[in-house]
């Protein structure tokens, strides 16, 4: 399936699970994207940005590793390696969407169970947010919403760099905030409504 | 704008950031002001954001990963860039083989079939050697015009002689001195106006190549080969020849400046 966003006349197109945003690509000539550095700098993130999609640190570590992977196979072609890291969290987003179109279709892989749980989410706003309680709350959104979130909050990126990575109309990553943040507000303060 | 849409855009907010210069930001936040649902919007925003900001961050990450992602990426080929000629050129590539490939068989193809290639060659000039009354013009005009491939290659004179006789094609007697000294390249049999010629070919010393056609003479009549004995030109080749009593001897240079009669003894 073709989808397909338009960011600044830009055309980017995802044309499977495992292909990338063109837009990031280009041909030779392109600076080279140092590899190691990409790792030293980003691996964390791009780790993290997968534990909130997939909620489960082999799973994270295995799409990290697939993007790592990916770049390693691909870097020549990335247009401006100041744009590697998203393009780590496009490869993963991807990548996490395929799984779990297979879970979907084979719903005999169990999901993990943390993200079953729906107690944790307390808190206490007159004092500190409880971290623990935050963390559940945005692990209990779905994915469509825990996706856009998880990249504002980690690694506070614009929200029209976000649809560009998540191949998602601008307006569409705006709602998706709101009503990711909406849900995410109501489950901290108790508000049920 | 409404509420829902100032909601919407205050969600994308950030501190400190380039959309504080966003006229739609901007509206979104005065509007915030003003009204008192986007103001708790606003400071529960303010309140959880942060949090979850560094919440999100102190996700601990496996310790062996970073070591394992680099051991993947210095697993790279050090492949450089493409040797692969782009698509085109190799398209014009291939081309360039396929005509070659077909060239060269067709060459292959009419070389192994002289009939052809002499068929061709008639058909085009409208002219053979059989059209031609006389024999030193029909055989000069073989030279000349005509491609043919010997049947026989072999440098041994000895062999050239039993190779015509076991064919029963015309053979010499007693050649002149002149050219049994000279190389044979080989020899080949052939027809003339229905009669049997046999073709001896020779390089003279100076790399040059000298033709003898040998006709039997009782199978001719003394009009085809009147006269052979001078020297004349005949299709810009020169040519002599000579008679014995059962053999007709005719010499012909492979082009206009070889010189023949240094042969004829």
């Known amino acids: 399936m073709e989808a397909a966003i338009k960011r600044n006349q830009e055309r980017i197109t995802f044309t499977s699970g495992e292909d990338f945003p063109r837009s990031f690509l280009m041909g030779n000539g392109a600076p080279v994207v140092d590899l190691e550095k990409a790792v030293r700098d980003h691996y964390k993130d791009i780790y993290r940005f997968a534990m909130h999609l997939c909620r489960n640190q082999d799973d994270a570590a295995d799409l990290t590793q697939f993007a790592y992977e990916q770049l390693t196979l691909k870097h020549r072609e990335i247009r401006n390696p100041e744009k590697v890291k998203s393009w780590l969290n496009a490869v993963v987003y991807r990548k996490f969407i395929d799984q779990r179109r297979k879970v979907i279709r084979f719903p005999s892989v169990p999901i993990d169970e943390e993200s079953a749980g729906s107690d944790a989410a307390t808190t206490n706003l007159s004092g500190k947010l409880d971290a623990k309680a935050a963390l559940a709350a945005l692990h209990e959104l779905e994915d469509d919403l825990r996706a856009p979130l998880s990249l504002f909050y980690l690694e506070s990126i614009p929200y029209k760099e976000i649809a560009r990575i998540l191949d998602l109309p601008v307006g569409t990553v705006m709602s998706r905030l709101y009503r990711g943040k909406a849900k995410l507000y109501n489950r901290l303060t108790g508000n049920t409504k | ?265």
């Open chain 2, 1 to 265: 704008m409404n509420k829902q849409r100032a909601k919407e855009i205050l969600s994308t907010y950030m501190k400190d950031s380039s959309m504080e210069t966003d006229p739609e930001v901007q509206q979104a936040l005065d509007l915030a002001e003003s009204d008192p649902e986007l103001l708790e919007w606003m400071q529960l925003q303010a309140e959880v954001d942060p949090v979850l900001r560094d919440t999100l961050s102190d996700i601990p990450v496996p310790k062996d990963l970073e070591a394992r992602l680099l051991e993947t990426v210095r697993k790279e080929s050090p492949t450089v860039a493409s040797t692969r000629p782009p698509r085109r050129l190799r398209l014009v590539g291939w081309g360039i083989a396929a005509t070659l490939l077909v060239s060269i068989s067709t060459f292959w193809f009419l070389r192994q079939n002289e009939d052809i290639v002499q068929n061709l060659q008639h058909s085009v000039s409208g002219v053979s050697p059989d059209d031609f009354s006389h024999f030193r013009d029909g055989m000069a005009y073989y030279i000349n015009d005509v491609y043919f491939r010997l049947d026989h290659i072999t440098k041994d004179l000895d062999s050239i002689e039993s190779w015509l006789s076991n064919r029963e094609s015309p053979v010499y007697e007693d050649l002149p001195d002149a050219l049994t000294a000279l190389d044979p390249i080989g020899c080949k049999q052939l027809q003339w106006q229905g009669l049997d010629v046999s073709l001896v070919c020779f390089h003279t010393t100076d790399g040059r190549i000298v033709h003898l056609f040998l006709l039997d003479r009782d199978a001719a009549t003394d009009s085809q080969f009147s006269g052979i004995d001078a020297v004349a030109r005949s299709s810009g080749l020169e040519t002599a020849g000579w008679v014995s009593p059962s053999t007709v001897y005719l010499l012909v240079g492979s082009d206009p400046s070889v010189d023949i009669e240094f042969a004829l003894g």
